[in-house]
């Protein structure tokens, strides 16, 4: 029967507590700097809040759970759990592929801090990278983004993974846009899952936080004393909004899919929209790789307007459209991405769908681009 379970039951179930007659069903945060120590030292004990807290374990279980890792690490960032990945795999004298049409403060993380060190650097597109893959080697890393953000592309990642697998290249990949619920990366072929959690996981607006997912042990230890000695760590607060957020993870995503698909399928004949990037629209052209590894296809579309100034109007004129950089949250947002330094045109615009009714935000997007 378990694996049968919905992904609103999953959602709850990744967050339940362990049954004790008397404690509480959602344990409070455990915000504690510093424990109680025994002086015949036991190292499976807390003693240090950097090192580890009973609510990150929680969080990381449930997270593992939904990712069907082995384990996961919570980080104070997205980005901070991906540095964290490419500082302890990335050594000099070994390659990185990085994705040239993703999160472009990856892009810059590599010129500044792994080209320096002596890491090659290859930015390759979607289209390319299991291409580009095919001269890795022994060491190397490829980190794929899919769907890419913000363009939506979908990267093939069962023949990425193979083709890594063969040169004995470690994949990487960014599940951010994606989510658990989306697609199961390691299920794929990838060693490792990274993602930012402060999108539609924690889905409120309210907190950063990201996280590495994988099934190799010794991996994940080495990521663990990174994570420990740089204090790229998350506080137990925080954690514990992501965890409380998670049990209603399943029930958003639904609506959030379901508002993107529904957006997508609206717009791609709007005659004010130049052209739609969902990959769960038949016709566009990740949809048919996104079919065959992706369960839901997210709640992000990407539109092109006729300019910088026609997505302003856009956001002018709607009711229920707020201008946000971020993605993933209840409340439906936009973003020019030109303004952050992406190449994409002056009026391309990342649309990212909230839990609000459907015909509520078909009505209010289409007044709105009149």
Request: charge should be negative; include cysteine.
């Amino acid at each position: 029967m378990t694996g049968s379970y919905g992904d609103s039951t999953r959602s709850v179930k990744a967050v339940a507590s362990e049954y004790v007659p008397g404690a509480p069903i959602a344990p409070p945060p455990v915000p504690a700097a510093a424990y109680h120590i025994p002086f015949d030292e036991d190292d499976s004990l807390d003693s240090y809040g950097r090192r580890s807290n009973p609510t990150w374990r929680q969080l990381e279980s449930a997270l593992a759970q939904l990712e069907g890792a082995a384990g996961a690490l919570i980080f104070g960032s997205g980005m901070a759990a991906l540095t964290a990945v490419l500082r302890t795999l990335a050594e000099p004298g070994r390659k990185v592929v990085v994705p040239a049409d993703g999160y472009y403060q990856v892009r810059a993380y590599a010129a500044e801090f792994l080209a320096p060190r002596g890491v090659t650097v290859t930015p390759a597109r979607c289209a390319q990278i299991c291409d580009v893959a095919e001269d890795v080697g022994p060491g190397d890393v490829v980190l794929a983004e899919s769907p890419s953000n913000p363009g939506l592309d979908v990267v093939d990642l069962h023949r990425l993974g193979m083709v890594c697998r063969a040169r004995g290249a470690t994949l990487v990949v960014d599940n951010t846009t994606a989510t658990p619920l989306g697609q199961q990366p390691l299920s794929l072929g990838a060693d490792l899952v990274v993602a930012s959690a402060t999108k539609a996981l924690a889905g409120h607006h309210d907190v950063l936080a990201g996280y590495v997912a994988g099934s190799h042990p010794e991996v994940m230890q080495r990521v663990e004393r990174e994570r420990l000695l740089a204090g790229a760590v998350l506080g137990a607060f925080e954690a514990w909004l992501v965890l409380r957020s998670l049990g209603s993870f399943g029930l958003r995503f639904e609506r959030q899919c379901q508002n993107a698909a529904a957006v997508a399928l609206t717009l791609r004949s709007h005659p004010a929209v130049r052209s739609v990037r969902y990959p769960g629209l038949p016709g566009d052209p990740s949809h048919a790789v996104a079919s065959t590894q992706m369960r839901r296809f997210g709640g992000v579309v990407a539109i092109e307007l006729a300019s910088a100034a026609a997505v302003h109007d856009l956001v002018g004129r709607s009711a229920l459209l707020v201008g946000a950089t971020s993605f993933g949250g209840i409340h439906s947002s936009v973003d020019r991405r030109a303004r952050w330094g992406d190449p994409v045109p002056a009026g391309f615009a990342r649309l990212s769908l909230g839990i609000e009714d459907t015909d509520d935000l078909l009505g209010d997007i289409e007044q709105a681009l009149c």
